[in-house]
C-alpha cells in the first residue's frame, strides 16, 4: 500500500509561481501529476520515472512546468511558473507501482495509487 499526502497549493496571481509536493510512503516508485478543472476531465501534467531521469509533460505545460524527485525524501514536486488562470484546478499526484525503472506513462490507468488533491487558484 502506497500513501500520497500532496502540499503546496494555494492561491496565487496569474504570472506568480508555485511548488507543489508529493511525499511518498514506502519505496521509490514512477509518480505523475494530474489536474482537474472545474467542470472538466481529469487531464495529465506531468510524470517522472523511478529513477529521475525520464520525465514526460502534457504540451501545455512545456516550458512552465517541471516535474523532479527527491529519492531520499521520497518525495516528488511540481514547480510551476507562469501560472495562468486556465491552471486553477485541483492538482493530484499518482503513483504507478508497477513502473520499471526507467518507465514513466501519461495514461491516469496505469497509476494505482492517488493522492487526496491539493487546490491552486490563480486570479487574473
Known amino acids: 500500500q502506497v500513501q500520497l499526502v500532496e502540499s503546496g497549493g494555494g492561491l496565487v496571481q496569474a504570472g506568480d509561481s508555485l511548488r507543489l509536493s508529493c511525499a511518498a510512503s514506502?519505496?521509490?516508485?514512477?509518480m505523475g501529476w494530474f489536474r482537474q478543472g472545474p467542470g472538466k476531465d481529469r487531464d495529465f501534467v506531468a510524470a517522472i520515472s523511478r529513477n529521475g531521469v525520464s520525465t514526460i509533460y502534457a504540451d501545455s505545460m512545456k516550458g512552465r512546468f517541471t516535474i523532479s524527485r527527491d529519492n531520499a525524501k521520497n518525495t516528488v514536486y511540481l514547480q510551476m511558473n507562469s501560472l495562468k488562470a486556465e491552471d486553477t484546478a485541483v492538482y493530484y499526484c499518482?503513483?504507478?507501482?508497477?513502473?520499471?525503472?526507467?518507465?514513466?506513462?501519461?495514461?491516469?490507468?496505469?497509476?494505482?495509487?492517488w493522492g487526496q488533491g491539493t487546490q491552486v487558484t490563480v486570479s487574473s
Open positions: 514506502g519505496r521509490s516508485i514512477a
Open positions: 499518482a503513483a504507478d507501482s508497477s513502473a520499471t525503472t526507467w518507465r514513466v506513462t501519461p495514461h491516469p490507468y496505469e497509476y494505482d495509487y
